[in-house]
């Protein structure tokens, strides 16, 4: 029996492309859904003040929270991209495969980031809004602008970043 499990430990072995292409999911994956959470954390929110009349006014300076959420997912899931990119070309096996490997990695890292980040934005920061507001009141709204363009920034930089590298590099240091 002994020597039946020690046959079938060396005969099976994962292919070092499917292995590395295996660990740059896994590293982008969790580094982003780091991103996303510490993107939920510092995400800014609106302040809905309750009027004397029953309405409700935005508070002065916080008008522009959605928008500058917005910008601290772009430019946290960006760095995270550079960062991915370099770490994969400096450490991975190089090649066109792996480039866009690595960009379709960090694509859905960025969509991970951002769901992960709603989330735990709403959850930390969103007040829920009671039945019968009295003036005065001031609610912390989450108003998330949609991702759009912004989900693309972080892989676009990763390619360009690992492209840039290939450029400058050895073209013997390529296994594709």
Known sequence: MASRSSELSRTFKIPRPIGEAAQVLFITLV???????LWGVIHPTSELVVAAGGGADIAPGTEDASFRGFTYYVALTALGGIAVALWAFRTRMRGLLMMLWTTLAVLWGAVA????GVSVAERLHADPLPEHPQAG?????LDAAGPSVGMV???ALALIVYWMA???????????
């Open 137 to 141: 009141d001031v609610f912390h709204i």
């Open 113 to 116: 980031a951002w769901a992960v």
């Open 31 to 37: 580094s982003f859904l780091l991103l996303g959470v």
């Open 153 to 155: 920034v972080a892989p």
């Open 166 to 176: 290939a450029t400058f590099a050895d073209p013997e240091d390529f296994e594709d």
